[in-house]
């Protein structure tokens, strides 16, 4: 079974311009997230999915970044204008609904902002 | 305010013997807690996990033990190999809000 898919696996922006990042998730799994870690820290939840709606988007900084999951299936997260402190692992993960599942985590795409 | 935190950044174990990856929570509402493991360049992967009502889980090489009290797990390798060297990350649970420490680095050495 194919696991979290997501590309591009490394990607370099000059900053001010956009970028997205796609995520297909396991198949069957209606819970979608996107992370971000930092070197040396643990992944921090940007954004949850339930099927198609945002159901914890708390710590999503709106005013340059937005994320979509049409049709509850796969996603993109889109930064405008990307900044240099932006410069991080973005990470995808998808899991079963209902408490005390595990997610499982695509390989991650690392952005760099020059 | 880290409401996880694993304080050791790293630890180095002899292949064959036993790692121990500690981890420290404050928030008393976690109900669930899982540990990953995570490679360079790759997300991090599931590793094991326990629910708040139990004090101990195994799979295999792999034991977590939860002191609720001490609101502290610990993981457990044992017999270490090399292949289990990585980055360690706990992670707790509040309400499907997952909470990660910093991580450890284990090197399990030949």
């Known amino acids: 079974e194919a696991g979290v898919v997501q590309s591009p696996r490394y990607k370099i922006i000059e900053k001010k311009q956009p970028v997205a990042f796609w995520c297909n998730p396991i198949s069957g799994h209606n819970t979608l997230y996107w992370y971000l870690q930092n070197l040396g820290q643990g992944p921090e939840l940007l954004i949850r999915y339930e099927n198609e709606e945002a159901v914890d988007d708390s710590q999503l900084p709106k005013d340059r970044f937005s994320a979509e999951r049409l049709k509850g299936v796969d996603s993109t997260l889109k930064i405008q204008p990307a900044e240099l402190g932006d410069s991080a692992v973005y990470l995808c993960a998808s899991s079963f609904s209902g408490p005390n599942t595990e997610a499982f985590f695509g390989q991650g795409t690392r952005l760099t902002v020059v | 305010d880290q409401q996880v935190k694993q304080n050791s950044p790293s630890l180095s174990v002899q292949e064959g013997r036993i790692s121990i990856l500690n981890c420290d929570y404050t928030?008393?509402?976690?109900?669930?807690f899982l540990w990953y493991k995570k490679y360079p360049a790759e997300g991090p992967t599931f590793l094991i996990s326990?629910?708040?009502i139990k004090d101990k889980n195994e799979d295999g090489r792999f034991t977590v033990f939860l002191n609720k009290s001490a609101k502290h797990l610990s993981l457990h390798i044992v017999p270490s190999q090399p292949g289990d060297s990585a980055v360690y990350f706990c992670?707790?649970?509040?309400?499907?809000?997952?909470?990660w420490g910093l991580g450890t680095s284990l090197a399990v050495n030949p």
């Open positions: 326990i629910s708040s």
């Open positions: 928030n008393s509402m976690f109900d669930y």
């Open positions: 992670a707790a649970s509040n309400n499907r809000k997952l909470i």
